[in-house]
C-alpha cells in the first residue's frame, strides 16, 4: 500500500493552530555619514535594527516566499537612503524607512525602527571647535519609530548619560525593620547612568515641522538642569522633579520615562589609619560600588 505523502510537511498542523503576531527585519546596522560639503564636516553615527509587519503567513505556513522582502535588501536600503535622506533626525530617517518598505509590496503593512544615534563632540583646538576632529560624547540619542507609512508613533530617548552630584542629596526617614542597617544621611554623593524615553503626541508627530532634534537637547538640558537644581531626598523624588520639568517645557510630549541605576559612593574607612574621612571632612575618599544597586524607574504623565 503506498503512503500518501503530504507536498506542504506543515499541513498537518493547518486548522489546528495558526500564526499569531509575527516580524522579521535586519538588525546592528552599523552606519556613519560624513557630510563634506562644507568645510566644517558634519558626522552621524546610527545603528539601525529594522522590524517589519505584515501578512507573511504564506511563508511561515507554506514556505511560499513571494511576499518576503529579503534582510538584506533592508540592510542595502538604509545604506542607499542614509546619502540622501539622513539629512535631519534619526526620527525622521526612521519615518522615510518605514515609507520605502511599505511600498515594497502588498504584503508588508508597516514595521518598526530602532535608531541609536551615537553622539560627537567637536574637538577644541586652541579653544576653537575644529571643522572635522571629534571625540564621542557622553550618552546616544534613542528613537523607537513605528507605523504603516501614513501614520507614526515616535518615541525618542537618551540613553547611558553619566551624571553625579557630589552633596545635595540624602536619604533620610525611610522605612526600617529588622535586616534594615543602612544610616540615614543628609548629605551624600548622587550618581547615575540615566535611561530617558518620552513618547510624542500624535499631534507632534504629524506636524512636519515638529523639531526632533531642538527637543532632544532641550530635553538633555532639562535633565541636566533639574537634576543639579536642587536638595534631592532621593532618587523618586529627582525623578517626578525632571520628569514634570521636561513635559511642562515641551507640550509635544505626552510622557517621559526615566530609569535611574543608584551608583553608591561610600566612605571608605580610614579611620583605622588614623585619618579623618567622614561627610563633614573637606576631602573626602570614597569607593565607587558597580554592584549590586538600586533601580528608580517610573512614568511622568500629564493628569
Not at 550618552?139 to 501614520?151: C, F, K, L
Not at 554623593?189 to 500624535?202: G, H, K
Request: proline letters at 3%; zero cysteines; glycine letters at 6%.
Amino acid at each position: 500500500m503506498t503512503q500518501t505523502v503530504s507536498s506542504n510537511p506543515n499541513d498537518e498542523f493547518k486548522g489546528r493552530f495558526r500564526l499569531a503576531q509575527n516580524n522579521y527585519g535586519k538588525s546592528d546596522i552599523r552606519l556613519v555619514r560624513v557630510d563634506r560639503t562644507q568645510p566644517r564636516h558634519v558626522l552621524k553615527d546610527v545603528r539601525v535594527d529594522v522590524a517589519l509587519e505584515g501578512d507573511f503567513t504564506a511563508a511561515h505556513v507554506d514556505g511560499d516566499n513571494a511576499g518576503l522582502l529579503a534582510t538584506d535588501t533592508m540592510r542595502n536600503t538604509v545604506y542607499a537612503l542614509a546619502q540622501s535622506q539622513l539629512t535631519d533626525s534619526v526620527e525622521q530617517f526612521g519615518m522615510t524607512l518605514i515609507r520605502h518598505f511599505r511600498q515594497a509590496g502588498p504584503s508588508i503593512r508597516g514595521g518598526t525602527v530602532q535608531l541609536t544615534e551615537h553622539l560627537w563632540d567637536r574637538m577644541l583646538v586652541h579653544g576653537v571647535q575644529h571643522d572635522h576632529a571629534f571625540t564621542r560624547a557622553s550618552g546616544q540619542h534613542t528613537a523607537t519609530v513605528s507605523g504603516d507609512g501614513e501614520t507614526f508613533s515616535v518615541t525618542s530617548g537618551i540613553n547611558e548619560l553619566t551624571i553625579l552630584k557630589t552633596t545635595r542629596s540624602g536619604w533620610e526617614g525611610f522605612l526600617r525593620e529588622q535586616y534594615t542597617t543602612l544610616p540615614e544621611t543628609d548629605d551624600r554623593i548622587l550618581a547615575t547612568v540615566v535611561d530617558v524615553n518620552w513618547e510624542y503626541t500624535p499631534t507632534a508627530v504629524q506636524d512636519e515641522a515638529t523639531d526632533y532634534d531642538a527637543i532632544f537637547a532641550g530635553v538633555l538640558d532639562q535633565l541636566q538642569t533639574s537634576f543639579a537644581d536642587h536638595y534631592s531626598p532621593s532618587m523618586q523624588y529627582s525623578l517626578y522633579r525632571i520628569g514634570s520639568a521636561v513635559l511642562e517645557r515641551f507640550s509635544q510630549i505626552s510622557r517621559i520615562h526615566l530609569s535611574f541605576p543608584n551608583r553608591h559612593h561610600i566612605l571608605y574607612n580610614l579611620e583605622r589609619f588614623g585619618m579623618e574621612n567622614s561627610k563633614t571632612s573637606d576631602v573626602q575618599v570614597l569607593h565607587a560600588d558597580a554592584e549590586p544597586y538600586g533601580l528608580i524607574e517610573g512614568w511622568v504623565e500629564r493628569a
